[in-house]
């Protein structure tokens, strides 16, 4: 009995022991799981004009991503979309203010038709994206070309966004809030274009 007793002590820091090696084991593989995907999200963003944004705005997304080129341009297509729309809803309030000047509630009126032309652009990209499926070929390339026309004018589009809020005659927060936003959007998008061109480059 006595025996037992001066046994559980050591027992019970065995069991600690076996324990905290299983919770660094754990720990350790998934580290290195998320590791693996975020190191291909990083190294794919290189190609990119913004890198540390494609970096941060996709890397939430690693576990999705995995190491697939695909999903990734499908997913900063996603990102795009998403940015582009939380724009046109804060544009959206900001026209809605009382004591707008003229040149301000034209501004952001042409805002608002460029970046939901944005959307509906970036939008078809993405179920054009979805459904490629194993295309192929010709089929492939025509789908891919489709893409690359769609975002390449929402980028125009979102960029004559961000210059109707050029100049001396637009100042304070009106302007710097929604340049900000815009160009952010327009970051993210050309990092999709990136990627894609990259996607279809690759397969």
Same mark, same amino acid.
């Given at each position: 009995?006595l ?7 050591f027992l ?6 076996i324990?905290?090696a299983a ?6 593989f998934?580290?290195?799981s998320t ?5 291909f999200i ?9 890198p540390?944004?494609?970096?941060t ?5 690693a576990p999705?991503i ?5 999903q990734?341009?499908?997913?900063a297509l ?5 940015r ?11 026209n809605k ?11 952001l ?17 993405v179920?054009?994206?979805? &459904?490629?499926?194993? /295309? $192929?070929g010709?089929?492939?390339?025509w789908?891919? %070309? #489709?893409?690359?026309?769609? !975002? ?8 004559t ?10 100042n304070?927060?009106?302007? &710097?809030?929604?340049? /900000? $936003? ?7 998008? %050309? #990092?999709?274009?990136?990627? !894609?061109n990259q ?5």
């Amino acid at each position: 009995l006595l025996y037992s007793y001066l046994q559980q002590p050591f027992l019970m820091a065995a069991l600690k022991l076996i324990l905290l090696a299983a919770f660094l084991f754990l720990f350790n593989f998934t580290a290195n799981s998320t590791a693996l995907p975020t190191s291909f999200i990083k190294s794919s963003c290189k190609i990119t004009t913004y890198p540390q944004v494609c970096v941060t705005s996709l890397a939430v997304y690693a576990p999705t991503i995995k190491r697939s080129p695909q999903q990734l341009a499908q997913t900063a297509l996603s990102v795009s979309l998403d940015r582009a729309q939380s724009a046109h809803t804060f544009i959206t309030k900001l026209n809605k203010f009382k004591g707008l000047k003229p040149r301000e509630y034209a501004a952001l009126k042409d805002c608002l038709e460029e970046m939901s032309e944005t959307i509906d652009r970036i939008n078809k990209s993405v179920k054009e994206l979805q &459904s490629m499926g194993s /295309a $192929r070929g010709k089929d492939f390339q025509w789908r891919m %070309s #489709n893409i690359e026309t769609w !975002i390449s004018a929402a980028i125009t589009n979102e960029n004559t966004c961000a210059d109707g809020f050029a100049g001396r005659a637009l100042n304070g927060r009106i302007k &710097s809030s929604i340049r /900000a $936003r815009v160009t952010h959007v327009t970051q993210v998008t %050309s #990092n999709a274009l990136a990627l !894609i061109n990259q996607f279809a480059a690759k397969h």
